[in-house]
Every structure is written in structure tokens, then in C-alpha cells.
């Protein structure tokens, strides 16, 4: 047992040298996700489960482990049984600050901030609608992830909550996604 120690030191040593070189450095990166989104709260009682897709724009800047982050995406949920055949769409633009451990190679992170949504609803169903089908809202998001690096690529697995004033209800939403940073 004890001659495999120090191979073992040393390769878990590697494994973190490897991640620092990836997304560990400072800079700005790029990437895509998409994924699944699932309506919470009241906006569970008129839609179903949807899908989504965006881009994201992540500042690391050196040394500290807090970075900014500007995410737009597309997001649509499908209506419930029942409650109608509409559908929503939601166009959303967000900038977060977000907080996590740079120099490993599996990297755990939290992100918060705020976000400028258009709502387009096929069928007002939903309470908030007011007779406009078509609304554009502020609201806020907050999330945790982790982002694994694989060379000069990280994936990243993550699920935000948004959470979306409008004139009635809010409308909220969890969107659970899996991505590529580069």
C-alpha cells in the first residue's frame, strides 16, 4: 500500500496542474448549453416541461475566484393538460456574478444576478398575460454548477433558477442544461 501512495500523489497532482491550465487561467471565455427547463411555483399549473438553448460570455479575471458572466437564451415550455394548446416562449438576457474554484480539475460554482425577459405567449393562460400576449420583464436568476475540464474545453453541468416579475403571478422557471466553455 505504501509504494502506491506517492504514484498516486503524484498523478492526483497532475490531475490539478491540468485543470488550472484550462479554465483556471484569466481571460474571457465562450460557450453554448442547452438543456431542459421545468416550470416551478404557479407557472407549473399552466405549462409543462420545455427546453432550452443559449450562449454564454464568462470574465475570469486573475487571481480572485469571482467573475462576470452575460448568458442569452431560449427557453420554451409547452402547456399543460388542460389548461389550454399555447405554448410560452421566453427570450432571456442575463448578467451574473459569479463565484468558484478555479485551479481543480472537477470545479464547483455559484452565480447570481439579474435578467431582462420576453415573454410571448401563444394562449394567455397564464394570469399574468393581462390580454398581451407578448411582454418583455425584469427579473433574477441564481444557480450552481460544476464545470469539468477536459484539455482546453471545460463541460459544465448547471441548473439556475429565474425567477420573472410580470403583472400578476411571477413566472418562474428551473432550466437544467449541460454545456461546452472555451
Known amino acids: 500500500m505504501k509504494r502506491l501512495r506517492r504514484p498516486l500523489l ?22 453554448f448549453e442547452g438543456g431542459v ?13 420545455g427546453w432550452n438553448g443559449g450562449a454564454l460570455l464568462v470574465w475570469n479575471p486573475p487571481v480572485v475566484p469571482v467573475g462576470l458572466r452575460v448568458d442569452g437564451a431560449y427557453h420554451t415550455l409547452d402547456a399543460a393538460s388542460g389548461t389550454g394548446s399555447g405554448s410560452a416562449k ?18 464547483p460554482y455559484f452565480f447570481g444576478g439579474i ?4 415573454l410571448d405567449f401563444s394562449d394567455s393562460t397564464f394570469p399574468s398575460t393581462s390580454g398581451d400576449n407578448a411582454q418583455n420583464e ?3 436568476n441564481g444557480g450552481a454548477g460544476v464545470s469539468i475540464s477536459l484539455r482546453n474545453i471545460d463541460l459544465i453541468v448547471e441548473a439556475r ?3 420573472i416579475g410580470t403583472s400578476g403571478s411571477r413566472f418562474k422557471f428551473v432550466p437544467v442544461s449541460i454545456g461546452l466553455v472555451f
Open 161 to 163: 433558477y429565474h425567477s
Open 10 to 31: 503524484v498523478v492526483l497532482f497532475g490531475l490539478l496542474a491540468a485543470g488550472a491550465r484550462a479554465q483556471g487561467t484569466s481571460g474571457l471565455h465562450f460557450g
Open 138 to 140: 425584469t427579473g433574477w
Open 115 to 118: 435578467g431582462y425577459y420576453r
Open 90 to 107: 421566453i427570450l432571456a438576457g442575463t448578467a451574473d456574478v459569479v463565484v468558484g474554484f478555479r485551479a481543480i480539475l472537477l470545479k
Open 37 to 49: 427547463s421545468y416550470p416551478q411555483g404557479d407557472t407549473k399549473d399552466f405549462f409543462d416541461n
